[in-house]
């Protein structure tokens, strides 16, 4: 499997790299990873005319933290997030994540930045920034803008990017120390995107919920934000009743495709399980 | 499509070649540079076949442009026995604990083996587990590739390999 001819670009900024792309037009993609690209490339479902590989650019890779924001470069790898301390202490829900992610050789190239900026609603780390009211750092011919991570995804790989926009970095509100978190995703084996998967980031106070926020990956077109759900749970001790009433309303919002991993029904029921064993890890972890 | 020229170090070699962008990496090295115990499996990034550690990480060589290696260093299979020769302590306990039957996924499965125990020098039998995850074989069942790669962690720290009871 061959892709189809392309010219190759390796600018060294991100300025070049957006002047490459407006001015190559249409036909011109970049490339970060290349794990959901490539693979497209060699099934001719994508066939770019030029990639422009960020590889080359200084500066957008890399965990650091400003403030009360950790912030993620684009390139920064999922191999990155696992191997970085900050990332295990302030964020350590990113690093359960990126542990389902693909396999370990996908996760050396794979990059956080293709992840969310790619709108494969398969993809993990989407509904994960959500959970976490993440934003994003896009940056244009027309300057920068940050994009709320819940305004981002409009549909199965449609976002907010503009023409000749690059996602440079992800930046994220330091959860509270104590907080409990989880990510529960059901998958037929490692490298499989899930079935459903849940992320929650909770905090308790005196044991009952005092905020909560769940999101959903691979349930619908884009991730989703299951807000009800997480009204359900807020001020209760997460007795039976309420989980199966936030799993309940968490179905509600879910539309998954029937495919390979099962039917409509199955997919939403076992989409309400992850919630609840997610809601349940979350709230056991919180200090 | 005009050709790029590209340099790189494989195997501790120095090497060169005019490749189109979209030459795959595992294309450079099966058919330019003619190391073909690297392996195509299933070129779609699942097998782990055509695994090869550039820079320090574990590539599907299949999902990687040849130009995009420029400048790195490479070491595939044909990099990995002692300098004079000898069986390095991976190679060594495939052989000792039959980590192979076919023998097809055995370059990939040493490759990711290699750079595992570099950067965790004693796992234990489910972060090895874990480890190869990316690269499936299709005759051993993996018990016996767990096996070889405890073998090599062992002989590599010095100390007595035990074979679990099964």
């Known amino acids: 499997m061959i892709p189809g ?16 792309l407006v001015s190559l037009g249409d036909e011109a993609r970049p490339l970060a990873g290349g ?29 650091r933290r400003d403030g009360s924001t950790i912030v993620i470069g684009a ?50 780390m989407p509904a994960l920034m959500m ?44 959860p509270a120390s104590g907080h409990g978190y989880a990510y529960e995703k059901l998958k037929r084996k490692v490298g499989d995107y899930a079935t459903a998967a849940a992320a929650v980031v ?83 972890r919180a200090g | 499509m005009a050709k790029t020229h590209i340099t790189m170090k494989v195997n501790g070699a120095e090497v060169e070649g005019l490749v189109e962008p979209r030459t795959l990496l595992v294309h450079f090295i099966r058919e330019n540079l003619q190391l073909t115990g690297t392996h195509i499996g299933c070129e779609t990034t699942h097998c782990g076949a055509c695994t090869i550690d550039i820079d320090g990480m574990s590539v599907k060589s299949c999902t990687m442009f040849a130009v995009q290696a420029q400048g790195c260093e490479i070491m595939t299979i044909e990099g990995v ?13 495939f052989r000792m604990m039959h980590g192979l039957q076919c023998g097809f996924c055995t370059p990939g499965m040493i490759l990711r083996a290699q750079r595992l125990l570099q950067e965790n020098a004693s796992p234990s039998e489910e972060e090895i587990r874990m480890g190869i995850s990316g690269n499936i074989c299709r005759c051993t069942g993996y018990q016996n590739i767990v096996k070889a790669i405890q073998y090599a962690a062992a002989k590599i720290n010095g100390t007595e390999f035990k074979e679990a009871a099964e």
């Open chain 2, 81 to 93: 026995a002692n300098a004079d020769g000898t069986l390095s302590a991976l190679q060594e306990g």
């Open chain 1, 5 to 20: 001819p392309f010219s190759y670009h390796r600018p060294s900024s991100v300025a070049d790299a957006v002047k490459l």
């Open chain 1, 131 to 174: 959970t976490l009211g993440a934003s994003y750092t896009l940056q244009g011919p027309g300057g920068t803008r940050s994009v709320v991570a819940r305004d981002f995804y409009q549909g199965a790989y449609f976002t907010s990017l503009e023409p000749g926009e690059i996602l440079t970095a992800i930046v994220i509100p330091a």
């Open chain 1, 202 to 284: 909770l905090t308790m106070s005196g044991g009952k919920v005092a905020t909560c926020a769940i999101g959903l990956t691979n349930l619908s077109e884009t991730p989703l934000l299951a807000e009800e759900a997480a009204k359900i749970v807020i001020g209760t001790g997460l007795d039976e009743a309420t989980l199966k009433k936030a799993a309940a309303a968490a179905e509600e919002i879910m539309s998954p495709a029937a495919d390979g991993r099962g039917p409509i029904e199955y997919r939403k029921s076992v989409g309400g399980i992850m919630v609840m064993r997610a809601l349940k890890r979350a709230a056991a």
């Open chain 1, 35 to 63: 794990h959901s690209l490539i693979p497209m490339m060699k099934l001719r479902l994508a066939t770019p005319e030029h990639l422009v590989d960020l590889h080359g650019i200084a500066g957008i890779k890399g965990v």
């Open chain 1, 75 to 124: 390139m920064t790898t999922q191999h990155d997030l696992l191997a970085s301390e900050m990332i295990s202490k302030s964020l350590p829900i990113l690093h359960e994540t990126a542990l389902v992610i693909a396999d370990p050789q996908v996760r050396y190239r794979g990059t956080v930045g293709g992840n969310v900026a790619n709108g494969d609603p398969g993809n993990d």
